[in-house]
DNA sequence: TTACATAATGTTATAATATAACAATAACTA
DNA sequence: TAGTTATTGTTATATTATAACATTATGTAA
């Protein structure tokens, strides 16, 4: 899917939210934050999170059920996706490595294997935390 | 931690289940499944199950919320785990590839950090799926 | 421009996943 | 054997996510 769609009302919304975040953003948070704009119901939420999740505009951070803007400008790493994440301060960076995703894009497990879509955590100390 | 560590009763119970299933199983799909052994509130299972990941005897698959018995024989790898998943029939199978392991425990970020703790899931489709 | 299809929205209810708080018991250790 | 830590039991509740159904908006092709 094409990330310069164009996005609906209740998407725009959300995705404006999490965008502007500084953090990994849950979905009952971004509900609470989003019903002076008229969103009432989690449904509506995770209905927006799904499709925003689905175009590569934001990648869903599984370990924590938390939401992030996309950060990598070409389309194609939408579904091979790395972060790191601090345990301490739980601060989420999305890392951009093409060797990385090359490595990973080309790996084949021992029946010899591909597999075009992943997602990869990392967990460590940021470096205002060690 | 160790994994030959002896269980308590509870744990054992809940990794006896896990191990013997040929697919991950959920929280409280275990919760049925034990309560005829007297395990009879969620808390007890999510308790073991926490102590159990600890160990490194059992993985969560983070985008499934499901639970399998560890199969890599070595204990260094339990804080290092990679798995693909069928996106079709849903089953999930641990990699134990050198090469992988050693290149994400190897793999510095643009700011040199390295990482010793990481998850990977790989989704496709299986054998029997293709 | 209308009919049809598809996507998005609104709403209520409920399912599924996970933890808080407190009390009691068992196992380990000095 | 006293003190400490790990484990268990129990009730209640918090958090995350989806089902089901009705309605409105948008895109598309005759």
New binding site residues.
């Given amino acids: 899917m094409d990330k310069q769609q164009?996005l609906?009302?209740?998407?725009q919304i959300i995705f404006d939210l999490i965008d502007k975040s500084s953090e990994p953003l849950?979905?009952?948070?971004i509900l609470f934050n989003v019903q002076k704009k008229?969103?009432?119901?989690?449904?509506?939420v995770?209905?927006?999170l799904?499709?925003l999740v689905e175009m590569g505009k934001i990648h869903?951070i599984e370990s924590r059920?938390?939401f992030i803007a996309c950060h990598n400008s070409s389309c194609q790493v939408s579904k091979a996706t790395a972060f790191s994440i601090c345990e301490i301060c739980e601060k989420v960076t999305e890392i951009s490595s093409v060797s990385l995703s090359k490595y990973l894009t080309n790996f084949k497990d021992k029946d010899g294997m591909k597999y075009s879509k992943y997602n990869l955590e990392f967990f460590g100390l940021c470096k205002k935390c060690r």
Avoid: F, M
């Fill in positions: 164009i609906s009302k209740n998407q849950k979905a009952y948070t008229g969103i009432k119901a989690p449904l509506q995770y209905r927006a799904d499709k869903k059920n938390a």
